[in-house]
DNA sequence: CAGGCGTGGTA
DNA sequence: TTACCAAGCCT
């Protein structure tokens, strides 16, 4: 079992928290000890990196200052708010979680581990640093930049996300925590990690800790933690085509087994045809199957390319006109929208980036018939 | 439990 | 341009 005697133990802590003192800081703009305040801030940096966070932080807690307000908003307007940062099953969980709060906790966020753990969308890392951070409560975290630190202390050369990895370094992060200021001690191991023991070229001589490193020791730093599993991408060509009728488009809304689930789009889908008129019906059959609606000759606006986890997209952006409906499909579910109220609408960034083609969409002609 | 989920920044 | 990475969680 890797561990720290106890004088070492001391040791780490009275140089980690003289570091922080000195070089880093709390993050400034959530000085608060608000577990709401914390709490939205934490779903915010999953997988999210903290200077892209900061702005939707402000105009969220602006709008949304406590729990009740968030819990009697609309799941549209949560997204509205969350439009571009990524991940919205987090802005959904998030939401759901205020609602039950306000059920089952009387409107306050709950501060007992086995209850915030509970609440949607908030794992054992989220609960541990909400706890800590905004009441001082003795709670373990482990996160990217700690995973990496810890690694790099213990000297494991295993993989740290794997069963065992994940125990022996929770067990080394409960090892290490003080009895008192928990919270500032987490947030010093989080800097450290993402100031100093930087993933590829580790600042060791500028690390507060590396008396007690392991991996400095022996001169692994650069090969610990072991590399992550490489990602396979996957090419994908899709269409979005922007169905027009009088001066309003189509929007449906994206199911909760669909990437972007709650936001809105225009109607999309994989192509896979070649040539003109093969790709015209194509269009014309997936649009119909997608959406109900009969659509018109299609124009090829532009073309955007972008990457969605681990795929990569080539997306072709066509203009049409409405003709028939073959079907009709819920309003809550598919939409006619005029163009300047797409603002209303939370949308992927694709999505966005196609509502600021008015221009060209709005110039096509009317096919002849 | 391995894979899915978004986007932007950086080398 | 491509690959990697980011204060994880859920199924």
Same mark, same amino acid.
């Given at each position: 079992?890797?561990? %720290? $005697? @106890?004088?070492?133990?001391?040791? =780490?802590? !009275?140089? /980690?928290?003289?570091?922080? #003192?000195?070089?880093? +800081?709390?993050?400034?703009?959530?000085?608060?000890?608000?577990?709401?305040?914390?709490?939205?801030?934490?779903?915010?940096?999953?997988?999210?990196?903290?200077?892209?966070?900061?702005?939707?932080?402000?105009?969220?807690?602006?709008?949304?200052?406590?729990?009740?307000?968030?819990?009697?908003?609309?799941?549209?307007?949560?997204?509205?708010?969350?439009?571009?940062?990524?991940?919205?099953?987090?802005?959904?969980?998030?939401?759901?979680?205020?609602?039950?709060?306000?059920?089952?906790?009387?409107?306050?966020?709950?501060?007992?581990?086995?209850?915030?753990?509970?609440?949607?969308?908030?794992?054992?890392?989220?609960?541990?640093?909400?706890l800590s951070i905004a009441l001082d409560q003795r709670?373990?975290? %482990? $996160? @990217?930049?700690?995973?990496?630190? =810890?690694? !790099?202390? /213990?000297?494991?050369?295993? #993989?740290?996300?794997? +069963?065992?990895?994940?125990?022996?370094?929770?067990?080394?992060?409960?090892?290490?925590?003080?009895?008192?200021?928990?919270?500032?001690?987490?947030?010093?191991?989080?800097?450290?990690?993402?100031?100093?023991?930087?993933?590829?070229?580790?600042?060791?001589?500028?690390?507060?800790?590396?008396?007690?490193c392991k991996a400095f020791e022996s001169g692994l730093q650069a090969t610990i933690p072991s590399h992550k599993k490489k990602i396979s991408y996957e090419s994908l060509h899709e269409a979005a085509v922007i169905v027009r009728r009088g001066n309003k488009v189509l929007l449906r809304r994206c199911r909760s087994d669909e990437r972007w689930a709650g936001l809105w789009d225009f109607p999309r889908f994989e192509i896979t045809s070649k040539g003109a008129a093969n790709r015209q019906s194509e269009l014309r059959r997936k649009t119909e199957e997608l959406t109900g609606i009969d659509i018109s000759l299609a124009q090829n606006i532009t073309t955007i390319k972008h990457g969605v986890t681990r795929y990569r997209i080539t997306l072709e952006c066509y203009a049409a006109r409405y003709v028939a409906h073959k079907h009709r499909q819920r309003r809550s579910t598919q939409k006619w929208v005029s163009w300047s109220a797409l603002s209303d609408y939370p949308l992927s960034v694709t999505g966005r980036k196609i509502s600021r083609l008015k221009g060209?969409?709005?110039?096509?002609?009317?096919?002849k018939s």
């Open positions: 079992m890797a561990t %720290l $005697e @106890a004088t070492q133990r001391q040791a =780490f802590r !009275r140089q /980690l928290l003289r570091w922080f #003192d000195r070089y880093a +800081r709390d993050l400034p703009w959530r000085h608060t000890s608000d577990p709401y305040s914390i709490w939205v801030s934490e779903i915010m940096l999953q997988q999210t990196q903290v200077v892209t966070v900061e702005r939707y932080y402000h105009r969220f807690l602006d709008r949304f200052p406590d729990v009740q307000s968030l819990a009697s908003a609309s799941e549209e307007d949560v997204l509205l708010l969350w439009e571009g940062l990524g991940y919205y099953r987090r802005a959904r969980s998030m939401h759901r979680a205020a609602k039950q709060i306000v059920e089952l906790f009387d409107g306050r966020f709950p501060n007992k581990f086995s209850d915030v753990r509970s609440l949607p969308g908030i794992g054992k890392y989220t609960a541990g640093a909400i709670h373990p975290i %482990l $996160e @990217a930049n700690t995973i990496r630190l =810890f690694s !790099r202390l /213990l000297g494991y050369r295993g #993989d740290p996300l794997d +069963r065992e990895g994940q125990q022996l370094l929770w067990q080394f992060a409960d090892q290490i925590l003080p009895r008192k200021k928990v919270g500032r001690f987490n947030q010093a191991l989080m800097e450290v990690g993402s100031l100093v023991c930087l993933p590829h070229d580790p600042q060791c001589h500028a690390c507060p800790v590396r008396g007690t060209p969409i709005f110039a096509t002609q009317q096919p």
